[in-house]
């Protein structure tokens, strides 16, 4: 995701400051496991509160610290941040599979956004608290491997957070329609799977409300409004409130709608008063 580097001072500065970033993690209701590679640290790190429900439970902040192998200084260190899987077996893991292995995983707006953030301020803790001496961007080469995750990039938006779920919707269902056309999947199954495919609009509706407010919430994270804390409190609010506004309140119509329909089929003797009280069981487990 991004590489900072650094002058180090003292010959214990490596161990300083893989016990700085553990300890900033813990102080932030993380869950942190470390590795120590011939002086190469690695350290990944993961939400154990709520919040990681809207992050994934198994995406991890990661962070690499160690001395620079193509230094332009004398005792050059780097520090390396990414996001990926939570590595689950780490004391019998290669360096290459912790840190460099696999793809990123990014869920959305919602993870880059809080990926950078964290990072800005863990590089901040370390350059007050630890008095690290950065070298400039500019004095380092550029390397074309570098990933540069932008999240306030403007991108073309539908009118409303509806109307780009329809779309999304619409979308996915013109792919189910071609596999049911080429014979992939049946009728019966393609019904189903429209069935679900409906029903996945507020859940989109939602995750582009979200991805619309954490913009705001970038904005004031990057002129020193909102620290790490402030941010996760806000998101998770968000997440909270949208949750309650969109999917609760159109699910509740949904079977509100469903039960006045279930109620017509009785009493036009669509359905027996067995088949009635079954589909309504039914629909209230939903």
Do not use: C
């Not at 001072?9 to 590795?35: A, G």
């Not at 620079?68 to 996001?83: A, D, H, M, V």
């Not at 049946?186 to 996945?200: A, G, Q, S, Y």
């Amino acid at each position: 995701m991004a590489k900072h580097y650094f002058i180090l001072q003292r010959n214990d500065d490596l161990d300083r400051i893989q016990r700085e970033i553990i300890n900033w993690f813990k102080n932030r209701q993380y869950e942190v496991e470390f590795k120590l590679f011939d002086r190469r640290y690695f350290i990944q790190a993961k939400k154990t509160n709520t919040l990681r429900t809207l992050l994934g439970a198994n995406l991890a902040f990661k962070v690499n610290v160690s001395e620079y192998s193509q230094p332009s200084y004398n005792r050059e260190i780097i520090i390396e941040t990414s996001i990926g899987k939570w590595v689950s077996n780490i004391a019998g893991a290669g360096f290459a599979s912790l840190f460099m292995g696999g793809i990123p995983i990014f869920t959305g707006i919602a993870n880059a956004g809080w990926a950078l953030i964290l990072e800005k301020e863990l590089i901040r803790h370390l350059e007050a608290t630890l008095y690290l001496n950065p070298i400039p961007t500019a004095d380092r080469p550029t390397n074309p491997q570098d990933t540069v995750i932008d999240v306030t990039a403007n991108t073309v938006k539908v009118n409303t957070a509806r109307d780009r779920a329809e779309a999304k919707v619409a979308e996915d269902l013109s792919k189910l329609k071609q596999a049911l056309e080429v014979g992939i999947i049946d009728r019966l199954t393609f019904n189903k799977k429209k069935e679900k495919l409906e029903e996945k609009v507020d859940r989109y509706e939602a995750e582009f409300l979200i991805e619309e407010r954490l913009e705001k919430l970038q904005q004031a994270f990057s002129v020193g409004i909102l620290d790490t804390f402030e941010y996760e409190t806000k998101l998770q609010e968000i997440h909270d409130s949208i949750d309650n506004e969109v999917i609760k309140k159109r699910s509740m119509k949904r079977k509100n709608e469903r039960r006045t329909k279930l109620k017509e089929a009785l009493e036009n003797g669509i359905l027996t008063e067995s088949e009635y009280h079954q589909k309504l069981n039914e629909l209230e487990q939903l």
